[in-house]
């Protein structure tokens, strides 16, 4: 309501300045004038004042307090000049008629002076005190020469002149200021207009390039699905054909033929692993690998696993110990070929790595609601470098085309994200020179929100 008060019908900033500025003395002044209203009027009902003083006051303030609202109209909706000139001259009048001529000339009154001659420097111009400090003057002047008939006062005039000259100067430094401010503020506002719509092209190209990238992602993950696909149904009879052939199912083979042909079964088993990696990774960026959760013995698990990795072990003459804590269930819940899988990758990039000495797998139950495998090499241990991008995708330490390792990066990269579908962690501890530790915890009993996705056909 304030705010509505003080609005007034202007464009220009120092003119809305100046008349909001006199709306707040007109406000002010208003107000004390009401206020002594109603304190004259209350003493005289009270006898505190006499009849003929009453008869003098009330008129006076009753004819105050309507100037300063026609003022104050005039102000808001028409000129602030004229009404900066009133309110001084409505001051002027005031100060001149509050006493009597000599303390007016030379007493109290005369200090009053300085408040319209001031206040004209900041609600009209700062040159209009020098206006105001003439009238003043001129009224001192005639009331001291044709009503005291005295010599005017040339000292006091001076006086008056002076406080005009102060006003100016300090409402003209004050202006400027202003005036630099309202240009710094400008500047700063295209400034950060300027910035806002750099950083709204930017933002604009970065949902662009994000969209863009999300569209290649989702090429790419296509892309590798169809390829996979494709690649494993020649390779599954490529496969077929040499088994039969290494049964002898089509003549006897001499034991050149037999060494050649299980070298082609031990590259065509590498090939679609390969594709097969190639394959869940697709499935799992799109969110189509789907797990199956049914009992399963862990002998049966440890088992299969030996029986996968006993080739390799055996060729790079190296050792695999198991160990399996009795606190671990006999039986378990979850997919037996994930996880399987999940052991088979650890185990194969530990062998892969490993020169001297093996690997180490220690099923355990860490707490009561966890079983926890361990899969321990005697290998170079990783570089801190390369740690924290260990589970990305197509992320190997070796990159060159002459690395001694071969494969995709694949490997950790499908046990993190099998592992994170069943509820569980990966987490390792590795040390240059020392060897690596894997360790993947899985809840003994899938989360119902988990084993609900998985029921569905499919997690996304």
């Known amino acids: 309501m304030i705010t509505q008060l003080l609005e007034v019908s202007s464009t220009d900033p120092e003119d ?75 001051l002027i009048t005031a100060f001149v008629f509050s006493d009597e001529p000599r303390q007016v000339v030379e007493g109290r009154s005369l200090f009053l002076f300085t408040i319209p001659i001031l206040m004209a420097s900041v609600v009209l111009r700062p040159w209009a005190s020098f206006i105001a400090a003439g009238v003043c003057g001129a009224i001192v002047a005639y009331i001291d020469a044709f ?34 401010l309202r240009l710094f503020n400008l500047e700063l506002e295209d400034r950060v207009r300027a910035r806002t719509n750099e950083l709204q092209q930017a933002n604009e190209q970065l949902i662009l390039a994000y969209e863009k990238l999300q569209e290649l992602d989702r090429l790419k993950s296509r892309f590798l699905s169809i390829v996979s696909h494709e690649l494993r149904t020649p390779l599954s009879a490529i496969q077929g054909f040499a088994e039969m052939l290494q049964a002898e199912v089509y003549g006897p ?28 990774q697709a499935r799992m960026e799109a969110g189509q690998l789907s797990l199956t959760i049914e009992p399963f013995t862990l002998k049966d698990l440890v088992d299969d696993m030996e029986s996968t990795m006993r080739v390799l072990v055996e060729s790079k003459k190296l050792y695999l110990k198991v160990h399996v804590s009795p606190a671990v269930p006999a039986t378990l819940e979850g997919d037996r070929k994930r996880l399987h899988q999940i052991l088979v990758n650890l185990i194969n990039n530990a062998l892969k790595f490993t020169q001297k000495g093996g690997v180490s797998v220690h099923f ?17 241990g990783i570089s801190q470098e390369i740690q924290p991008s260990i589970f990305e995708p197509f992320r190997q330490g070796d990159s060159s085309s002459t690395r001694e390792h071969t494969g995709f990066g694949l490997g950790l990269s499908i046990v993190k994200q099998l592992t994170t579908l069943m509820g569980g962690s990966v987490n390792f501890i590795s040390e240059v020179g020392f060897g690596s530790t ?23």
């Open 147 to 180: 009503v005291l008939h005295n010599v005017p006062g040339i000292p006091t005039i001076l006086g008056l002149l002076t406080v005009a000259f102060v006003a100016w100067l300090s409402a003209r430094s004050l202006e400027k200021v202003l005036f630099d």
């Open 16 to 90: 809305i300045r100046r008349r909001r500025l006199l709306n707040i003395l007109l406000v002010g002044t208003g107000s004390l004038s009401f206020f002594a209203l109603i304190a004259v009027t209350t003493a005289y009902f009270f006898g505190l004042t006499s009849t003929e003083d009453f008869r003098q006051l009330l008129p006076i303030a009753l004819v105050l307090l309507g100037s300063l609202i026609i003022i104050f109209l005039i102000n808001r909706h028409w000129s602030g000049w004229w009404a900066g000139s009133l309110f001084i001259l409505l």
């Open 364 to 380: 355990y139950r860490p707490d009561e609601e966890h079983w926890a495998i361990d899969v321990a090499d005697t290998g170079p």
């Open 438 to 460: 894997f360790t993947v915890k899985i809840p003994i009993v899938p989360s119902k929100n988990t084993a609900n996705q998985q029921r569905a056909g499919g997690i996304a």
């Open 253 to 280: 083979l001499s034991q050149k033929q037999r060494n050649a042909l299980q070298r082609i079964i031990a590259n065509d088993e590498r090939l679609l692993n390969l594709v097969n990696d190639l394959l869940d």
